[in-house]
């Protein structure tokens, strides 16, 4: 396993444009070769890429989760104004007898405690 590691730094440091600047600032791997006890140090390496990957990831699935959220509560409110234009339209007394009505009674009620009162309109 030693020799895996001194091959990749040596192969690393032989493809580098730039072999002094990488040289200086590739001590720590340098370390790791010639010191077997450091080896378990390349694991920061692993642990820091591991950071970058979960804030990306991140961003992207809180876009999701937004994107969800959002088409989930649009088609909830459609789904509650059909539903309670359903059993509104044609009762006596109903104060919700169109869509545009019903979409304001479900959006109302959802954004609010519930009290998606048509009268307070009127």
Known sequence: MWGVVAVDYCARLYLA???R???????????????PMLRPLRLVRL???VGVLQRSAGTA???????YTAGSVSLLALVASLAVLDAERGA?????TDFPDALWWSLVT???????????LA
């Open 47 to 49: 642990l820091a890429l």
């Open 17 to 19: 444009s730039d072999r």
């Open 21 to 35: 600047y990488w040289f200086t600032h590739h001590l720590p791997e340098l370390a790791m070769v010639a010191l």
């Open 92 to 96: 006596p007394g109903a104060s919700i």
């Open 110 to 120: 959802i954004t609010t405690v519930g009290h998606g009162n048509l009268e307070l």
């Open 61 to 67: 699935l809180r876009g999701r989760i937004t994107a």
